[in-house]
Nanobody, 122 residues
Framework: EVQLVESGGGWVQPGGSLRLSCTVS????????LGWFRQAPGKDREGVAV??????FKHYADSVRGRFAISQDNGNNTLYLNSLKPEDTAVYYC?????????????????WGQGTQVTVSS
């Protein structure tokens, strides 16, 4: 059984940083897509960063490029959130998929973590 466990959310002031972790277990292959998504109250879920573990390919949403960084190492996946803004407030989810057609299409990901809250406010 594939399981994703997230940790690292919390409250931070604007301009601050957080590190989110996603531990993946039960995957039969070391090669998969790992995406980070977020959902703010009243808004649709949106993709923010994705990595393909097979090649190291990374992609970021325009809204976070230059501020967020994604990395992975043997099933331990990390999303670094820097220069945080109030509009980054959301529940953040990690998700995996063996094959995705569009990197930020949530429906292409098969397994999801439980989500972790990130709140940016002064």
């Amino acid at each position: 059984e594939v399981q994703l466990v997230e940790s690292g959310g919390g409250w931070v002031q604007p301009g601050g940083s957080l590190r989110l972790s996603c531990t993946v277990s039960g995957y039969t292959s070391n090669t998969y897509w790992l995406g980070w998504f977020r959902q703010a109250p009243g808004k649709d879920r949106e993709g923010v960063a994705v990595i393909y573990t097979g090649s190291g390919f990374k992609h970021y949403a325009d809204s976070v490029r230059g501020r967020f960084a994604i990395s992975q190492d043997n099933g331990n996946n990390t999303l670094y959130l820097n220069s945080l803004k109030p509009e980054d407030t959301a529940v953040y989810y990690c998700a995996t998929g063996a094959y995705v057609r569009e990197v930020f299409a949530a429906g292409d990901y098969n397994y999801w973590g439980q989500g972790t809250q990130v709140t940016v406010s002064s």
